[in-house]
Nanobody, 128 residues
Framework: EVQLVESGGGLVQAGGSLRLSCAASGFPFDDYAIGWFRQAPGKEREGVSCISNSDGSTYYADSVKGRFTISSDNAKNTVYLQMNSLKPEDTAVYYC?????????????????????WGQGTLVTVSS
């Protein structure tokens, strides 16, 4: 079955850390760009971070640079997002998304285009 399954969301105080996981199955993991979007209530979708499993290149939104780190474990077909120094404005539903084109993934951060695969989302709540 082709799917992305997120885990690791929860409630954390400002300044704390969480690690999100995205377990992938049913498609050639090594050939895909996989990463995270988030959407807070009343706000537009934001592309947070992405990693290209084909060449290891990464993308981070300016809002999370220096605080979030994305990594990929090809043996486990899992992508991780380590989130440190969390802020209340990081509160959102985080969605794992994958596409066979890293370029298309990056374009989707600027448009409302949808990518090939999406997870069900995991809620991250940061209290002040």
């Amino acid at each position: 079955e082709v799917q992305l399954v997120e885990s690791g969301g929860g409630l954390v105080q400002a300044g704390g850390s969480l690690r999100l996981s995205c377990a992938a199955s049913g498609f050639p993991f090594d050939d895909y760009a996989i990463g995270w979007f988030r959407q807070a209530p009343g706000k537009e979708r934001e592309g947070v971070s992405c990693i290209s499993n084909s060449d290891g290149s990464t993308y981070y939104a300016d809002s999370v640079k220096g605080r979030f780190t994305i990594s990929s474990d090809n043996a486990k077909n899992t992508v991780y997002l380590q989130m440190n120094s969390l802020k209340p404005e990081d509160t959102a539903v985080y969605y794992c998304a994958a596409d066979s084109s890293a370029k298309r993934w990056l374009i989707a951060t600027m448009t409302k285009d949808y990518l090939e695969l999406w997870g069900q989302g995991t809620l991250v709540t940061v209290s002040s």
